[in-house]
């Protein structure tokens, strides 16, 4: 298969949850058109990125909900389980692995580490948080292929490296520091900090009227 665009490939997982809810409600058949005015995009986009997967649809009829979502789910490998590692047990990570959301897609988080010893040996959801001291020994014996890092930026870089030496093939990192890993290791990076920028901006000049001043402003 060739490669798909990193844009693409984030389209298609919308593509794959919007057939989802309609393979849910009872849906047999959709258009292009219909999927552009659920998700606010242009149908042609749609087209186009579904190419990635193969010539689907029929003209004036639409795609058979059922068989592009269970292409989709494929491409995307949503279909295929998933272990993972999750380093930093605070509450970003209990929020992650608490959410049961991410099982439908595959993922299965079969270990919890942190250095915090007032946290190793806890229990939290029916597993026992351990020293983040196992966690090269765990990657390997396991062959975990995903790791999950909320831990502290000052400590992200040592906690990547350890999950990189130990074999693993992706990270996952919500800690707000840029990690050096070799070009093989998949990497996605969710700065909240970003995310919080991005709306702050569009906040402040969208003329919103709920926006207050700071005290320095005032002054």
């Not at 042609?44 to 989709?72: S, W």
């Not at 590692?85 to 942190?114: C, T």
């Not at 196992?134 to 990657?139: A, H, R």
Request: proline fraction near 5%; charged fraction near 20%.
């Amino acid at each position: 298969m060739k490669k798909i665009p990193k844009p693409a490939l984030e389209r298609l997982f919308l593509y794959y949850r919007l057939l989802l809810s309609a393979h849910n409600n009872g849906e047999k058949i959709i258009s292009s058109v219909e999927m552009g005015k659920r998700l606010d995009l242009d149908p042609a986009q749609i087209r186009k990125d579904l190419t990635y997967c193969g010539e689907f649809g029929k003209p004036r009829i639409g795609y058979r909900v059922e068989g592009l979502m269970n292409e989709l789910q494929t491409v995307l490998g949503l279909g295929e389980r998933k272990q993972a590692v999750l380093v930093g047990v605070g509450r970003l990570g209990m929020a992650i692995y608490s959410y049961s959301g991410f099982a439908k897609f595959g993922l299965e988080i079969i270990g919890l580490f942190d250095s915090d010893p007032t946290k190793v040996g806890l229990n939290l959801g029916g597993q026992t948080i351990m020293n983040i001291a196992q966690l090269g020994e765990f990657i390997r014996q396991k062959r975990v292929p995903l790791g999950i890092i909320t831990a502290p930026a000052a400590s992200a870089q040592q906690v990547a490296d350890i999950m990189v030496d130990a074999g693993i093939c992706a990270i996952w990192n919500f800690a707000p520091v840029t990690l050096k890993v070799p070009e093989n290791i998949s990497i996605r990076n969710e700065d909240l900090a970003i995310g919080l920028a991005t709306l702050s901006w569009n906040l402040i000049n969208s003329g919103c009227p709920y926006i207050q001043p700071t005290e320095d402003e005032l002054d």
